[in-house]
């Protein structure tokens, strides 16, 4: 049954989110063309103002069996310095996780949890951190923490270096 909600959600979602890219510059595709939508890599682009604003950041979307009962996992492709993303891409966001850790519901689309990874980018929380160098650098230097992350940012994440071409919501990335 769960399969069957997966095969008719993520595709809608997807058109959703592709008819809004022009508002959050937020694009995603399923990983390959077997339409079972149990894999997606998403392309984010930081927030404006924000350390990350020059960067497009790379996700692979992984839906389990309980979707959309359970959260999809998140995990950044890209190199991250983040307070709350690891060094392997993994996301510490309430939204991401079921209760009563987090506040994960089968209503939240994808597009509402793709904002929120964004959102998070340009609003750390450094009180929950993964990682927990780059939140006390952020707690004690901010200056020294957004000139790491614009480094990073400049060496990893170009345009260039993330382009893909974008055929449809359901096509391949090239």
């Known amino acids: 049954m769960n399969n069957k909600i997966k095969k008719m959600r993520i ?7 592709l008819k809004n890219k022009s ?3 937020i694009s995603c595709v399923a990983e390959s063309n077997d ?3 149990s894999n997606l890599l998403a392309k984010v682009p930081g927030p404006k103002g924000s350390p990350y604003e020059d960067g497009v950041f790379k996700l692979k979307i992984t839906f389990g069996t309980q979707y959309p009962f359970q959260p999809p996992t ?3 492709s890209t190199p991250i ?3 709350n993303i690891d060094n392997t ?5 309430d939204l991401l996780r079921m209760p009563p850790a987090g506040s994960y519901n089968p209503a939240i689309t994808l597009e509402s949890m793709l904002l929120s990874i964004q959102l998070l980018l340009a609003s750390p929380n450094p009180d929950d951190p993964l990682n927990s160098e780059a939140a006390d650098l952020y ?3 901010l200056e020294e ?15 260039d270096q993330n382009e893909y071409i974008e055929v449809s919501a359901t096509k391949r990335l090239k």
């Not at 595709?11 to 989110?17: A, F, G, K, T, Y």
């Not at 891409?89 to 966001?93: E, R, S, V």
């Open 145 to 159: 923490f957004n000139s790491k992350t614009r480094e990073l940012v400049r060496k990893e994440c170009s345009n």
């Open 89 to 93: 891409g993994k996301i510490c966001l």
């Open 23 to 25: 508002d959050h510059g």
């Open 139 to 141: 707690k004690t230097n």
């Open 35 to 37: 339409d079972n939508y």
């Open 11 to 17: 595709p809608v979602e997807l058109n959703q989110l």
């Open 74 to 76: 998140f995990k950044f």
């Open 81 to 83: 310095y983040h307070p």
